[in-house]
């Protein structure tokens, strides 16, 4: 458990940064992938994921930079002694609403994929219960445990992921489709992109993080953050080949779930493919929880700074709130049509405002009062140093 500033040690390391910041990409959107894209561009849709991970990368950037002005403290902490106290708790507050929406619709969706494809005998509160459940007890062991978590079943949900994937070039019906398109139309592109956007939306939680990384390590963690970002482009890019040389641009748009309808083709193959399939889910299962849990522990955190609760207390009960409000509005949803809207409604402006809009208000307003930031750097930094 973390309890403040005096109780943020052991610090997770550079990679282990970098693997809870790829933990929180496509977490939400990996069984809608790629119907949102194909239904805007087409077989341009390629050009659309790229694209997302293009904007990604200078975002994140961004938002470096906005939380190496103050490395020891997290946005919630700092933001409001750079832009002034009320600018700063509405971020805050921002930043809670932000957390809680994006955990309520990654339960939502995954809740209904577990319920109605693959335990469709088990009722969907059961399923987003156990997910909540699952993901509270790993945030209330702290950042460290969630870190080494999500590092020993990292690696492995990769591998296998590439793995299945390979194997389903071997049920591609338009090998043609493989070729990326040379004739490149930019508004649907564009359109695909950010209505499939959500893919990326998750790296948000380095604002909370970044104080927790070993100082000499920082840097170092950004730079695993920029590599998983390539890595997910490269399984989101296998992942658009082989299902769109599957099922072709004009069939997937009419698909709820396109990678479930590719493993479930993979599944008639054999045994043995339909046991690794299903072990594939059961990663995926593990990154779903790890988002929600990622979100629960940042709550807590951002929670506690916002009303300056900092106590052995604190976190337990913001993360149990977190926890309930998440449940509450999980099985309050009906079904995965309803995040959609949410979705593209809400979540997709709020979210590029968010990723945007705050680290460049920040760093504007810190441009102009470069002592204030300095001092609280200097006032901030540990004495003696954190060890690693």
Known sequence: MDFGKSQRLPRISGLQFGTVVTAGYMAMGIFYFPRQMVTAAGRDAIWSFWLEGLVTYFLMRLTFAMNRLVPNETLGE????IVSTPIGLLIG?????YHLALAIVAAVLFGYVLSNIFLPD????????????TSLYIASLGISSLARTLQSGYIPMVLLTLLTLVLAMGVIRHPILLEPPVNIQVIPILQGAYREYFLFIGFEVSVTLYPFIRNEERRKGE?????GLGLMVLIGTVMYEATMATFGPAFIPLMRWPIVSLMRILAVN???????????VVLWTVAVVAFIAIRLWCLAHDMAAMIHWHSRYSYPTFLLIGAVIIFIFSIWIPNAKITDYITQTFILPLGFLYLLGI???IL??????????RKLRQKTEPE???PG
Not at 223 to 227: E, G
Not at 364 to 373: E, G, Y
């Open 384 to 386: 003696p140093p954190t």
């Open 270 to 280: 054999g045994f043995f493919v339909s046991k690794w399939g299903m072990l594939v």
């Open 78 to 81: 700092f933001a409001p002694k």
């Open 122 to 133: 088990t009722p969907v509160w059961g399923v987003t219960g156990a997910l909540v459940l």
């Open 364 to 373: 504007t307003v810190a441009h102009f009062r470069k002592p204030t930031v």
């Open 359 to 361: 680290p460049l208000l």
């Open 93 to 97: 507050l921002y930043t809670v609403v």
């Open 223 to 227: 730079r695993f953050a920029y590599l």
